[in-house]
């Protein structure tokens, strides 16, 4: 068969650069090891197993994953190591992670000691154990303890049947609203100050801390230059995308994952429809992709199978027919809102992935 081209896509087809990714895989991989920390990647950005496995070959010690149900595609999947960064709550899931547990190297994030007695409880019918990293609050205020109540909760999880208290994780996602590159290290730190409160309290229980585990894309380049860390889990740095390049840990020949969308209309001169919108990129922040390569061309309206461009200067010789790379808002959102994923090399068409774990909420 013909090698496939880019040409040869239809669209919207969300697209990866295989030679950027690879680049920006090396290089956290090389960072973290300098640093002397495990890389775990959240791999919820993707959520393709081929791609976790392409980390793990690139040396991550495992994944990191939000949810149950995309844990148990992963390990179908052949993905062993898997931590779950996040809280599994309600008795539909406690015997599905128990099972997890008995079948792979599993971990779970905790913040509340009736989660872990019903985790313990569904462990102990299926007679496996399940390693627990307390989850701790670094300043997000989404989940997790306060640092000062990590000793109480890793001292009460760890005399649970079943349950292996294995260490604490902190994730400082709040580092990406930082005005600027200083602000953002601040943020990172001061999320560094809480974890190693929460291992001091933890430490005055007598229990070991085999792994704190913490780091966005962000403040991952920050974080694992601590003391504290001995795992981060960024998860976007493998594609990087708008926001990551106004964080100031990317520039735009950093973003490897377009969306490749066409002209459908040229209503006036200044004013091109792309048929990619809102369901081909997801808006949940509310701004808008960039263009690649479009002096002159920017997005500015989204209805949900349209983009509105609006055109100056050369730009506005874009015609109908027209192929154009745009790159995403936020990466995470964007592939969720794909069934597969375009591999390409130099243009040719390297590998079409199934998002695997597409939808995978529950
Ligand atoms: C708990 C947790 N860890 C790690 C990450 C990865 O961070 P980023 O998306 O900045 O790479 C996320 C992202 O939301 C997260 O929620």
Redesign the pocket.
Same mark, same amino acid.
């Given at each position: 068969m013909p090698t496939q081209t880019i040409d040869d896509l239809d669209t919207p087809s969300l697209i990866v650069d295989m030679d950027i990714m690879e680049r920006n895989l090396q290089r956290m991989a090389n960072f973290t090891r300098e640093c002397g920390v495990n890389l775990r &990647?959240?791999v919820?950005?993707h959520k393709i197993p081929e791609i976790a496995k392409l980390q793990i070959d690139g040396g991550a010690k495992g994944v990191?994953l @939000?949810k149950l149900s995309e844990a148990e595609v992963f390990a179908t999947r052949g993905i062993t190591d898997i931590f779950i960064?996040?809280e599994v709550v309600g008795k539909q899931k406690y015997p599905r992670l128990a099972r997890l547990a008995d079948q792979i190297d599993l971990k779970v994030?905790i913040d509340h000691y009736e989660n872990a007695v019903e985790i313990s409880k569904a462990c102990s019918e299926v007679g496996t154990e399940l390693k627990v990293l307390v989850d701790v609050d670094v300043g997000l205020h989404?989940c997790g303890v306060l640092p000062v109540e990590a000793g109480i909760l890793a001292d009460k999880i760890s005399k649970l049947k079943n349950l292996v208290f294995t260490g604490i $994780?902190g =994730?400082d #996602?709040q580092a $990406?609203s930082g005005k600027s590159k200083s602000e953002r290290e601040k943020i990172s730190n001061e999320a560094m100050d809480q974890i190693a409160i929460a291992q001091k309290e933890i430490r005055k229980t007598g229990h070991e801390i085999k792994v704190t585990s913490v #780091? !966005? !894309?962000? !403040?991952?380049w920050t974080d694992a230059r601590r003391p504290e860390v001995t795992e981060v @889990? &960024? #998860? $976007? =740095?493998l594609f990087n995308a708008v926001n990551?390049v106004e964080a100031e840990v990317a520039t735009l020949d950093d973003c490897a994952l377009t969306v490749l969308s066409t002209v459908m209309s040229k209503p006036t001169e200044d004013r091109a429809i792309l048929d990619a919108g809102s369901k081909a990129f997801h808006f949940d922040h509310c701004a808008y992709p960039w263009l690649v390569g479009l002096e002159g061309a920017q997005i500015y309206g989204f209805s949900e199978e349209h983009a509105n461009v609006s055109l100056k200067g050369a730009s506005r010789s874009l015609k109908l027919g027209d192929r154009v790379q745009a790159i995403p808002q936020h990466c995470?959102t964007c592939i969720n809102q794909h069934d597969e994923m375009v591999a390409l090399r130099k243009g040719n068409v390297e590998n079409v992935w199934k998002v695997a774990a597409r939808g995978m909420m529950k």
């Open positions: &990647p959240h919820k950005t990191c @939000q960064t996040n994030a989404r $994780m =994730y #996602g $990406m #780091g !966005s !894309s962000v !403040s991952t @889990q &960024p #998860g $976007m =740095y990551l995470c």
